[in-house]
């Protein structure tokens, strides 16, 4: 038998002994060059065009990441020192641009032992300690929104994923007893599977919709007020005018819609959907990270009256992607969609003798033991821990408000709710809205190629916006002022650019 070539000496195989040590050392190395390479930077993006990222990375890899022989130990180095000069770097206090925080270093240190093992969760056999960590993080997810004993839920490589598997639970549900959609599809249907969600709601509503054979069109816009929450009496007329084949399939609530952190009116917006007969999924991809803070806790009320729920923890708990979860308020609903036996997976008799996975649960086979940093996240920090660094960001966004607000230069859009602050950049020199729109849209582009400042942008009616979205919890006030000076002075530039 051939013996494959060791050149990670002295051993290939991550989880035996040898291999163990070898991980560490090699981690050790990884991390050191990746530390000299950070120091060696001077803000979160490289100060880079994106074709010169291209070119560079052609430079560094001459044959492509699949070469025919390779380079051993010092290639893996130099890739470290490579990715990390020019990788995005989110520990920078000036990366404030998506809901992408920086991950935890005991969650990534974790994370590295889930690589190690390789543990996965579909079947008892292929991951028991994994499969029990999972059960257990679910049951103290839905404890903590209010569930009672008969939940459940699954954790997903995201809050699309989430929101996928919420709305094909939500369509099996609506569409049953009268047919089996998971054996026969949709064809023949004389009813219009429709689901109504705020118009600031994720676009991944609209892609599941379209992905569950239902159409993006299936999705019905609600209106929001001017805090940016879905109009509970919107939403009544709009259930109340409805087509007569249309059937509702679900309400979805946002927990933190992701530009403004707006929280739609969980409680009312529960109480139209029980009325109706409808299921109440809740997107708190972004807002779910309250559950851990006394503070922003209240934000949440309601949280308990739906039926489905979406948290991201790679969000507002700090972890590496992908951490997010599904719970569902009666585990029974898996049933309706993946609650599958695979003969070579998990038999029946294997399931009734105790040795079940979570192969049931989940749109995956392979999954990947992605509770064992969130375990290790909140085991080492506790939930308090986890809520400080909330409330922290959410201190760092009110600063930022007021200090727009303040600014001769800068208009806030809107009030932060939670850790997001939506402005403007207001020229000096015109008040044209196109010419407006075009300097806000460039110099964040001016930001990105400087590598100094990393941004957010958004639209709000058909206007750009300038976004912070604050997930560093060790930012500092000064950090936000240094942002909103280069802010100021990226937009200076692109004035006398656009010669206005
Ligand atoms: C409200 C909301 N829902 C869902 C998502 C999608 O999450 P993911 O990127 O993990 O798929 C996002 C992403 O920003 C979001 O803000």
């Not at 000496?9 to 291999?19: F, H, K, T, V, Y």
């Not at 998506?98 to 056999?125: G, I, Y």
């Not at 009813?191 to 069109?217: I, K, Q, T």
Request: aromatic residues 4%; contains cysteine; negative net charge.
């Amino acid at each position: 038998m051939p013996v494959p070539p060791t050149l990670l000496e002295p051993d290939l195989l991550a989880a035996d002994p040898a291999g163990l040590a070898d991980v560490g050392r090699l981690v050790t190395e990884i991390t050191r060059e990746a530390a000299g390479a950070l120091r060696r930077r001077t803000g979160p993006l490289p100060a880079q065009t994106p074709r010169q990222l291209a070119a560079l990375v052609d430079r560094q890899l001459p044959d492509g990441p699949i070469p025919r022989h390779g380079g051993g130990r010092e290639a893996v180095l130099a890739l470290a020192r490579a990715y990390a000069a020019g990788t995005v770097d989110l520990a920078d206090p000036r990366a404030a641009a998506h809901l992408q925080p920086p991950s935890l270093s005991v969650a990534a240190a974790a994370d590295v032992l889930a690589s190690v093992f390789n543990a996965s969760v579909d079947t008892w056999d292929s991951g028991p300690y994994a499969v029990e960590l999972e059960r257990r993080l679910i049951t103290a997810l839905t404890d903590l929104a209010g569930y009672g004993p008969a939940a459940g839920g699954v954790l997903t490589p995201g809050g699309s994923a989430s929101n996928l598997q919420a709305l094909l639970i939500a369509r099996d549900t609506a569409l049953r007893p009268g047919r089996d959609v998971r054996a026969v599809g949709l064809s023949g249907l004389t009813v219009r599977p429709v689901l109504y969600c705020s118009e600031l709601a994720h676009f991944s509503m609209a892609r599941a919709a379209a992905l569950l054979g239902l159409g993006e069109d299936a999705v019905r816009p609600v209106a929001a007020d001017e805090h940016h929450r879905m109009r509970p009496e919107e939403l009544d007329r709009a259930l109340r005018t409805r087509a007569a084949d249309e059937l509702p399939i679900a309400v979805v609530a946002t927990a933190g819609t992701t530009d403004y952190g707006s929280i739609d009116p969980m409680p009312q917006l529960a109480a139209i959907a029980r009325d109706h007969g409808i299921r109440l999924h809740v997107d708190a991809a972004y807002g779910g990270g309250a559950l851990f803070s006394a503070r922003l806790r209240p934000l949440l009320d309601g949280i308990e009256l739906a039926d489905s729920i979406t948290i991201d923890l790679h969000k507002t708990a700090w972890q590496p992607a992908a951490a997010s979860a599904l719970l569902l308020r009666d585990r029974a609903g898996f049933t309706t969609t993946t609650g599958l036996r695979v003969a070579y997976l998990n038999p029946e008799d294997d399931g009734e003798a105790g040795y079940d996975g979570l192969l049931g649960h989940s749109l995956q086979t392979t999954r990947r033991a992605d509770a064992l940093k969130v375990a290790a996240t909140f085991l080492a920090l506790g939930r308090e821990g986890v809520g400080a660094m909330l409330d922290a960001c959410h201190d760092l966004a009110l600063h930022a408000a007021r200090s727009v607000a303040a600014h001769p230069r800068l208009e806030l859009t809107t009030e932060p709710v939670l850790t997001t602050v939506v402005f403007r950049y207001r020229p000096r020199t015109t008040t044209d809205p196109a010419t407006v729109d075009a300097i806000n849209g460039a110099l964040r582009r001016r930001l990105l190629r400087e590598g100094s400042a990393l941004i957010g942008r958004t639209e709000t009616e058909g206007a750009v916006q300038l976004k912070l979205t604050l997930l560093n919890p060790q930012a500092r006030t000064s950090d936000i002022e240094e942002m909103l000076a280069a802010v100021d002075a990226a937009g200076a530039a692109e004035e006398e650019a656009h010669h206005v």
